[in-house]
């Protein structure tokens, strides 16, 4: 491997890490924990709603398993995955107390733990900024696909910074200033949670449709208010 190409995938190692430090931390924890009570949102219903009850989803990056639950008590097969392995063993102590059927795992990027062809559909809840470098987002994308039944979905949303900021140098404040110089490989648009050395991608809609087209997937319909961004992506023919 080149020195630059084993430099990106070590320091993508480092980014990934610091997401999950992030929510496996006390804070996010309650914060996960809080909003199971709301259930499922009416854009998710009206995705699952296409498929039939005990159809196998996939929930990528579940935290304490909120969609998942709810989907399981509509009679789905479902997997949650994520991967800050304290917020998996929350979700695994609710399935005990809750008696509600769901498989929750923890996994490490980039490969999914499942065979070609396990999901009838997958759900990304504001879980494809952290994933660092878009090269890196593209083959996380291709591995979804990988693991979608033919013509599989991906319901995704996204928050993005239209309607907060104009363009990217607004977000090289003082926080990604600071964290910023421990890294060589960041792309334009990454940076770091306020106040914290967490990595996230800030995306604007319009450059998030263009990466979302150059993956295996084609994005079926959109929808943006203000910065909430919300599409369907579906397997291309191959």
Same mark, same amino acid.
């Given at each position: 491997?080149?020195?630059?190409?084993?430099?990106?995938? !070590?320091?993508?190692?480092?980014?990934?890490? *610091?997401?999950?430090?992030?929510?496996? =931390?006390?804070?996010?924890?309650?914060?996960?924990?809080?909003?199971?009570?709301?259930?499922?949102?009416?854009?998710?219903?009206?995705?699952?709603?296409?498929?039939?009850?005990?159809?196998?989803?996939?929930?990528?990056?579940? $935290?304490? =398993?909120?969609?998942?639950?709810?989907?399981?008590?509509?009679?789905?097969?479902?997997?949650?995955?994520? #991967? $800050?392995?304290?917020?998996?063993? !929350?979700?695994?102590?609710?399935?005990?107390?809750?008696?509600?059927?769901?498989?929750?795992?923890?996994?490490?990027?980039?490969?999914?733990?499942?065979?070609?062809?396990?999901?009838?559909? $997958?759900?990304?809840?504001?879980?494809?900024?952290?994933?660092?470098?878009?090269?890196?987002?593209?083959?996380?994308?291709?591995?979804?696909?990988?693991?979608?039944?033919?013509?599989?979905?991906?319901?995704?949303?996204?928050?993005?910074?239209?309607?907060?900021?104009?363009?990217?140098?607004?977000?090289?404040?003082?926080?990604?200033?600071?964290? $910023?110089?421990?890294?060589?490989?960041?792309?334009?648009?990454?940076?770091? #949670?306020?106040?914290?050395?967490?990595?996230?991608?800030?995306?604007?809609?319009?450059? @998030?449709?263009?990466?979302?087209?150059?993956?295996?997937?084609? #994005?079926? /319909? *959109?929808?943006?208010?203000? /910065?909430?961004?919300?599409? #369907? @992506?579906?397997?291309?023919?191959?």
């Amino acid at each position: 491997m080149p020195p630059m190409a084993s430099n990106k995938t !070590q320091e993508s190692q480092r980014l990934l890490h *610091s997401v999950k430090d992030k929510y496996n =931390g006390p804070e996010e924890l309650d914060i996960r924990k809080d909003e199971l009570k709301n259930g499922i949102r009416e854009a998710e219903q009206a995705f699952a709603g296409k498929y039939p009850v005990n159809s196998r989803l996939l929930d990528i990056g579940c $935290a304490t =398993g909120r969609l998942c639950f709810a989907l399981a008590r509509q009679g789905y097969d479902v997997t949650g995955i994520d #991967v $800050a392995e304290k917020q998996i063993e !929350q979700a695994r102590r609710t399935t005990k107390a809750e008696r509600v059927d769901v498989t929750f795992l923890q996994y490490e990027m980039p490969l999914l733990p499942f065979p070609d062809a396990s999901f009838a559909a $997958a759900f990304m809840g504001n879980v494809y900024c952290y994933v660092p470098h878009r090269a890196s987002r593209i083959a996380f994308l291709e591995e979804i696909a990988r693991v979608l039944n033919p013509h599989g979905e991906v319901f995704l949303s996204q928050t993005v910074l239209d309607s907060v900021l104009e363009g990217y140098e607004d977000i090289c404040d003082d926080n990604h200033r600071r964290y $910023a110089p421990e890294y060589e490989t960041l792309e334009e648009g990454d940076g770091f #949670v306020l106040g914290a050395p967490h990595y996230l991608h800030f995306f604007f809609a319009e450059d @998030l449709m263009a990466e979302l087209e150059a993956s295996p997937f084609q #994005v079926v /319909s *959109s929808d943006l208010k203000k /910065s909430d961004f919300k599409c #369907v @992506l579906r397997k291309r023919n191959t």
